[in-house]
């Protein structure tokens, strides 16, 4: 279920649960990012608010961290992994081929925000490889010519 | 009936209980690991209930970790009284029935989509002896493949958790150091420092409060050792933990596991909870005085988290930059206090050597390498997958018997290990004993276990760059020779695969590498240039043949 069709989440049940543990920003921040999709900057101000900590503290974790979304992501997410193993069996072209098909680059989403698409590191999935994750599933052996359908496969669903 | 509180006098009774249980002695194991799980095996195992239950079979469909032979999945074991074992690869929900069918039910093997042949099953409850007899030694991978990961009683009845009773309740905390001390155990996160070295330091480091942290954020392209065992058997990772904990007099700790690898955290937080609940954690390990408690934290996607004092800085929800040593973690760590951080690999052989003894360890290996490592072989050979070799094995059993061997019609030109930090090891030293100094010799590094087969195709200079980009990205920024020198030696590789390059930038390559490594505040900076290195070293004829000879510089003029 889309993150955004729902009411704005309460965030006092993150809070509550990790401001008691020493050093849990991430983990919040985490929560955060699962429950909108991304990290909004309404929601950061708050988190500050509530742990007591300062915005700038919070925006050094968010700006460090490959993993954390600062803009809302499209309906799907597709990774490429470009780790070593699917780099050499093909995982270039695979990524090439799906920002050709969706007409966007690396960390891009579409205009019409159906897709976000992103190059990853290593998912550990090595003896697949090339492997993209498409909104969360593991795709392994795909091969160029797999993209249009596994794409066309996305936007018949209805999430 | 829910387990006891597991205490010094009644775990020995537990697990022959768990050992007995009257359970269907015949079995179909199906291994859902990410990949596998990624290849179908969610499918394959719903089928397979769905069959047994409505066909009202006596036959368990156990789900466990992963085997290990990540080119044939989704796989399934069957385990069945009367007639061989059998691992079956390549499979679909249609195969997987037949199998079912034919040879669960039936007795009669289905040896077509058989691996490695049938014959070579022993009929203990093992994977020891799958494929070339005598070549792997699986002791971190020991439950990988045949225990169900989620279910404490699996890995009771395998003698789980005796490891730490006798620590706790034979040893003492002196005495388990001394075994961990003797067994000669090095890091396998990639630096082989002595384990037991490490300990020795925390536990003697004056400290209120100490900490021990399991070091989950595998961060190599192309390795998936730790994850595999984190997913198939947390427990093992959990004792180790728990020993450590005893043995250096930390209250508690933690797993710090990439948060892209969500089943391998759902697994450990499982396991911590099942543990929790039968006493293993919490104020009084097994009625003892010891206590000890566990959290996971996540990492959020950097490389460099994975060095010591960053990871120590992303535990504390700060940016991972990593900070000068001395002082090391074990005088100053976690909120400044004692902390010993270990990779998961090592983690998994705390418990046998505690059990087994640290002299039974060292007569394993070969040389200062004492033990097993684990691989994660990828790349152009038949076999990818996960396997495990006693320290001493050439890399041609390795990459060549249990690998198979070239997959393409290119013959394999070179190995590549230790990920971004490594180095290449062309094809000419594959008859060399795999240890931490003998890799180191020729330019490359143990590392974490990845090892990427690459062939005839595969162009040396794309390969630096490939682990030049990869440095780039990932370096912090928070000193000079690393943030600088890693973006001007991946334009000095742009320009070589450009056709722009001279000679002279070959010689300021290994210059800027040279002041990277002794000048860089933290590991990834310090090795960020092996890859560049190394290919230089062994292929310097792939460079040579890109740069601007004296004709094309006149040309363009």
């Known amino acids: 279920m889309s993150p955004q069709a729902n009411p704005v989440p309460d965030i006092s049940k993150v809070v509550k649960k990790w401001s008691a543990k020493r050093g849990a920003l991430i983990m919040a921040l985490h929560e955060i990012q699962n429950l909108f999709g991304y990290v909004p900057r309404a929601v950061t101000l708050q988190l500050a608010r509530e742990m007591r900590v300062p915005v700038a503290r919070i925006y050094e974790v968010l700006t460090f961290y490959n993993y954390f979304k600062l803009e809302p992501p499209g309906k799907h997410t597709v990774s490429v992994c470009l780790g070593t193993a699917c780099y050499l069996k093909g995982g270039k072209e695979l990524f090439a081929s799906c920002c050709e098909h969706l007409g966007i680059g690396d960390d891009e989403t579409t205009p019409d925000k159906e897709f976000y698409l992103q190059s990853v590191r290593c998912v550990g999935a090595c003896g697949l490889a090339p492997v993209a994750i498409i909104d969360g599933r593991t795709c392994g052996k795909m091969g160029v010519a797999a993209v249009p359908e596994a794409l066309a496969k996305c936007r018949e669903e209805v999430r | 009936m829910p387990l006891p509180t597991l205490t010094r006098d009644n775990l020995a009774t537990v697990e022959a209980e768990a050992r007995a249980t009257p359970r269907p002695k015949d079995c179909i194991r199906v291994c859902v690991s990410t990949c596998c799980l990624a290849a179908g095996a969610d499918r394959i195992h719903k089928r397979l209930v769905e069959e047994v239950r409505t066909r009202n079979l006596d036959i368990e469909i156990r789900k466990t970790g992963c085997a290990g032979m990540c080119h044939a999945e989704p796989l399934v074991q069957v385990d069945v009284a009367g007639t061989d074992r059998a691992v079956y690869g390549h499979l679909d929900e249609e195969k997987a029935v037949r199998i079912l069918d034919e040879h669960a039910v039936g007795k009669t093997p289905v040896r077509k989509w058989a691996i490695d042949g049938i014959e070579h099953l022993p009929a203990a409850d093992t994977l020891e002896g799958i494929g070339p007899a005598g070549h792997q030694y699986r002791l971190v991978l020991r439950h990988c493949g045949i225990i169900d990961p989620t279910n404490i009683e699996d890995y009771l009845a395998r003698g789980g958790y005796s490891g730490l009773r006798r620590a706790i309740f034979e040893l003492g905390p002196e005495a388990t150091l001394e075994e961990i001390k003797a067994s000669g155990l090095r890091g396998r996160g990639g630096a082989g420092f002595p384990t037991g070295t490490k300990w020795e330091l925390t536990r003697k480091a004056p400290g209120a409060q100490k900490y021990i942290i399991c070091n989950g954020d595998e961060g190599d392209p192309g390795a998936y050792m730790d994850r595999t065992v984190l997913e198939s058997d947390p427990h093992a990772v959990i004792e180790g933990m728990l020993i450590g904990a005893f043995a250096m007099g930390c209250s508690q700790g933690y797993f710090y596991i990439r948060a892209e690898y969500p089943l391998a955290v759902d697994r450990i937080e499982a396991g911590i909870k099942a543990a929790r609940r039968v006493g293993l954690i919490g104020k009084s390990v097994m009625g003892s005085e010891f206590a000890c408690d566990m959290e996971v934290r996540l990492g959020a996607g950097a490389f460099v988290c994975g060095e010591e004092t960053a990871l120590i800085a992303s535990v504390e929800g700060h940016r991972g930059t990593p900070s000068p040593r001395p002082p090391y973690p074990s005088q100053k760590g976690l909120w400044g206090m004692p902390t010993c951080i270990n990779n998961v690999e090592t983690l998994a052989n705390i418990a046998p050597i505690v059990t087994r003894g640290g002299a039974w360890y060292a007569g394993l290996g070969s040389g200062r390498s004492k033990g ?37 019609a290119s013959p394999i030109k070179a190995i590549q290990t230790g990920g971004p930090s490594g180095g290449v090891i062309p094809a000419k030293f594959f008859d060399t004993p795999i240890t931490y100094e003998s890799l180191a010799e020729l330019g490359s590094i143990m590392g974490s276990g990845g090892l990427i087969v690459m062939d005839g195709t595969d162009n040396m200079v794309e390969v630096a760059k490939f682990f030049m980009d990869f440095s780039v990205d990932e370096s912090c920024g928070k000193c000079a020779p690393c943030r600088i020198g890693c973006k001007q030696l991946m334009l000095l590789l742009e320009k070589v695969s450009e056709g722009r390059a001279e000679p002279g930038d070959l010689d300021t390559m290994r210059q800027l590498a040279n002041a990277m490594r002794r000048a860089s505040l933290c590991g990834l900076g310090q090795t960020a240039a092996n890859p560049v290195l190394s290919t230089l070293r062994y292929y310097p004829e792939e460079y040579q043949a890109l740069l601007r000879t004296p004709a094309t510089a006149g040309a363009s003029q």
């Open chain 2, 372 to 408: 097993t490592k684990v691989f994660a072989l990828t790349g152009k050979l038949k076999n990818p997958g996960l396997v495990e070799i006693e320290m001493g094995t050439t890399i041609r059993a390795v990459v060549m018997d249990i690998g198979g061997g070239s997959a393409t």
